[in-house]
């Protein structure tokens, strides 16, 4: 009994000996926990990498890559010295605080408190919300946006003019400031470095003079770059007040969540309108390519934004990753080079930036002297999928684009560890996320006109929240440009999300048919089509659009048929006015067609058959072509019969009634107004609607040489294609659309779908559309 006393007292006295032990061993780490930051106060991820996590997504629908932080240090464990990478570092770290663009100024690094007092000055209402800094009730007329003109001797920029421009095309401006909902300045904000000769002086004196600025409140002021040197601060030169910034480079610090829009930096070179397009082809694979990651550009000795870039030759391996900086930039940089200089510079000069961006899975988009760089843009066109290391930096359109499905954001501070996530990457997934930078490209940043209408589709949805755009309208072809919410917030309404969503559409069509010429008797060519068409299984209504300058006939000259018939007066007598989407159009399928169509009711039935497989194009008989011609140097329209067709023409053709809305709410009203004066190439506008949203070509079905542009003569008048200036206005319309788009969207097709056994040595009986054989 007294032994196990003994051995029990001697297990206690042991195990505080092991307690107090562990004590003293913490105490030591955590007073030697001052002199490791100290040592490196710059790269806080030698010494804290248990704290931070890379942040690397995937869909939760797939096996998600998520690494975890290293393991806790165990406490008996003696603390852990890093000397190898101090002196990796010490080249780098030498050397003056001057900045070697700049060396004629001899400022010093503005002080955290500083910085705080000019952020707190710039920003005094960082709480703002459209619920408290916006006047809701000065959008009674809609979403309508006014542009202040500009004062005497105003000099705006030329990227600042495309700003204006894209604004003054889109279909939000207005030139009645007292019908405005949003205002905008002819005062050129965006570059507020004192240091640039685009600069504007006194723009607080200026602004704040405008009589509607009201601090700002329903105010968009655009900016690209903020602060100066060395510091680069969001310093704007004057209080932004209550008024919304499109902000490049947005600080999340700074940048108020669903108030501001973060916009991408881009050059002065970005195009007002069209661009070129991604270079991913449908043909591009496989998916990897000859270098996993790259980056080529500056690298700062000093001052903020050298931290990483400093670092990049740490992970440089010259086979597959291959990372270039120079210091070569500036007028004394040879003053201020550090040993590394020489041989960055060298090896800078071996490689171009071009076939370097597209011919790697990867580009890595490190911060510069601002958050945003140039080099975002540049991957996204490359269809290089993006590794950002830019802490803090609200990424573009960040509101509503799932960057998670198009690019990598990192963390600077975990450098080393982007070559191994980069690598883990599967070849399926490289391909998916290559894919989704060039629809974004495309979509959203491929052009000035179109960064400046996905900031406005971003404000009108939070002004107009109960009718704004789902982030699946936002992430998914053709983009939330194209998918206006004020015909639905249901992505099932839309023809572009039927495949996404396992949908299809209705097994029903509505004719509708475009009527000019009076109706004379039962044996008019209108009669008979309306007869024809009324016979199909498919058909649930017949809508007959009267836009003769005579009466409407009574209803007993119009044909008994087994389906609704609506006549419907227009009220303008337009040609635009077909693509009215009318409230009697029910169905999603619709059936366009000329009074003078000759289709059987095999035809109709089989094209409706095969427009279902392909709700979201223009399905039908009549088709048409472009080419470009180079003696005139521009576009040509021609109606020879050939293999080759880029467009179907609305007189006999099906496509979703979504087109209607599109039409006549987003193709401006100044070139419906062309068309309706010309009363000419309404059909090759829809067309060209049509392919700028897909950016696929019609389908044309069964060939049908009975219809041609050929004079069909009615009573004493003549149709409308014996007019000799009919196709020369077809040619310029092709020229005037290719000019409003700023590039050509129609795109050749050589395939025909036919029915099945169409033209086979076969017993007619056999075959489900017979009659189209007979014709």
Known sequence: MQAKKRYLLVSVGAGLLFLVHLWGLQIGEFQQQPYQDQQFPQYPQYHQQQEYQYEYYYRQSQDAYRPQPPPQRSPSRPPRHWPEPTRLLEPYLEGGEQEEDSPQLQHQHTSPRERRAIRDNIYKNRRCRMETCFDFSRCQYGFRIYIYPPQRGDEISETYQKILTSIEESRFHTADASRACLFVLAVDTLDRDQLSAQYVQNVRSRIQSLPTWN???????????????????????????????????????????????????FSRDHPLKGAGGGYLTLNDAPPSRKYLLVFKGKRYLTGIGSETRNALYHIH??????????????????????????????????????????????????????????????????????VILSNGWELPFSEVIDWRKAAIVGDERLLLQVPSITRSVGRDRILALRQQTQFLWDAYFSSVAKIVSTTLEIIQDRVEAHISRSRLLWNSLPGGLYALPQYSTDPAQFPFYYAILGKSPAQQFTAVIHTVTPLQAQISPVVKLIIAVAKSKFCAQIVVLWNCDKPLPPRSKWPSTSVPLTVIQGQTKTMSSRFYPHDAIQTDGVLSLDEDSVLSTNEVDFAFTVWRSFPERIVGYPARSHYWDGSRSRWGYTSKWTNDYSMVLTGAAFYHRYYHFLFTRWVPAGLRASVDRMANCEDILM???????????????????????????????????????????????MN????????????????????????????????????????
Request: proline fraction near 5%; hydrophobic fraction near 35%.
């Open 317 to 386: 391996n010259g086979d597959d990753v291959v990372l270039l900086t120079t210091c070569k930039h500036g007028k004394d940089w040879e003053k201020h080079k550090d040993s590394r200089c020489d041989r960055d510079n060298r090896d800078y000069s071996k490689f171009d930036y071009q076939e370097l961006l597209h011919n790697s899975s990867f580009c890595l988009v490190p911060r510069g002297r601002r958050l945003g760089s140039f080099r975002f843009l540049e991957a996204l066109q490359a269809a290089c999928i993006p």
């Open 215 to 265: 601090d700002g409140r329903n105010h968009l002021i655009f900016n690209l770059y903020s602060g100066t040197w060395p510091d680069y601060t969001e310093d704007l030169g004057f209080e932004v007040g209550q008024a919304m910034l499109a902000k490049a480079s947005a600080d999340t610090v700074n940048f108020r969540p669903g108030f501001d829009v973060s916009i991408p930096l």
């Open 687 to 733: 067309n060209f609607l049509v392919a700028a949203v897909t950016k696929q070509p019609p389908i044309k079905v069964t060939q049908k040489k009975q219809y041609k542009e050929t004079m069909m003569v009615q009573g004493s008048k003549a149709s409308r294609w014996a007019d000799p200036d009919h196709f020369a206005q077809r040619q310029s319309c």
């Open 736 to 775: 005037a659309f290719a000019r409003w788009l700023g590039f050509m969207p129609l795109l050749h097709s050589q395939m025909r779908l036919d029915p099945v056994l169409f033209r086979d040595q076969v017993s007619m009986l056999r075959k489900k559309y017979r009659d189209i054989e007979r014709l």
